[in-house]
């Protein structure tokens, strides 16, 4: 959502203030060099990036479109199920979560959180880790080192979006450059036709360099930074269960080990002591 009220007020202010100094927005309509700027940035950004980079790209503008699924609702979720399957292992032994761990999609304590089923990558995580939790003594600092190359690693897998599309807001202006290079060389056809032909030329080459500028600081630039705020606030869901599940290897209590894990969240989506409290007991 503020994806688009930020691109409305983009447009509103630079074509608003255009029209008010005087200008025609017709002038502005260039379908030849928008499809030449447009379909060059398309196109280097699918040369420059793997397939599954690409993809994640246009999954990631989709949920900057319609709001990032980690939320506070998702974050008091993520602890709740920590809490439920720590208090499981705590009153039943470590071996009483294995079927859990095993077979998520069927166990009774994973279904009753159907967003985190939805996060395949950090379902994954949380499993794994239980997982060697439950079948061996690691010892704390190691297994705390281990999530974090994990989570290191997968830090640079959500930030792979971001960058992608950087790279084609910095290059955005010199394809501006090119269409309006091409504008300039058509126009070089006219200079017999007199001044009026080749002042509208110009003035659609011109338009080139204008789009590209526009479109690269206006909206693809801004884009990369949402999309990696976006990458940020997945991340600190793996954040939040490697100090839940570090905390109860050490010993904690359930809802002391969760308490560590809502302390790793920011602070603008974290819940309050109390109303998590109050989630837990109602899940």
Same mark, same amino acid.
């Given at each position: ?32 060099? &928008? ?33 990032? !699924? ?90 792979? !979006? ?10 955005? !202006?010199?394809?501006? &450059? ?106």
């Amino acid at each position: 959502m503020l994806l688009i009220i930020g691109a409305v007020i983009v447009v509103a202010s630079v074509l608003g203030g255009y029209v008010l100094h005087g200008g025609n927005l017709m002038v502005l309509w260039q379908p030849t060099e &928008i499809l030449i700027i447009g379909g060059a940035a398309v196109g280097s950004f699918v040369i420059a990036n793997p397939m599954h980079t690409v993809k994640e790209v246009f999954r990631g503008i989709m949920r900057l479109l319609t709001g990032s !699924p980690y939320n506070k609702a998702f974050y008091m979720d993520l602890l709740s199920l920590l809490y439920d399957i720590f208090d499981k292992s705590r009153k039943q032994g470590v071996m009483a979560i294995e079927e859990d761990i095993d077979n998520p999609e069927s166990s009774q304590i994973f279904s009753r959180y159907p967003a985190i089923m939805k996060s395949g990558h950090l379902l994954a995580f949380v499993t794994d880790y239980l997982r060697i939790i439950s079948s061996g003594n690691m010892a704390t600092h190691e297994l705390e080192g281990m999530m974090e190359n994990e989570i290191d690693s997968r830090q640079h897998e959500l930030e792979e !979006p971001s960058h992608a599309v950087n790279k084609i807001a910095d290059a955005l !202006p010199g394809l501006g &450059i090119i269409a309006a290079v091409l504008g300039i060389v058509i126009t070089m056809n006219f200079l017999s036709e007199g001044p009026e032909k080749i002042g509208i030329s110009v003035a659609a080459a011109l338009v080139g360099t204008f789009l590209g500028i526009w479109m690269g600081y206006g909206f693809v630039g801004p884009t990369s930074i949402a999309l990696e705020h976006a990458a940020k606030y997945e991340l600190k869901a793996y954040e939040c269960v490697k100090a839940s599940v570090v905390a109860t290897v050490s010993g904690q209590a359930p809802q002391m080990a969760i308490e560590f894990g809502r302390k790793a969240l920011p602070t603008d989506r974290r819940p309050g002591f109390q109303e998590l409290n109050d989630h837990v007991r109602s899940k």
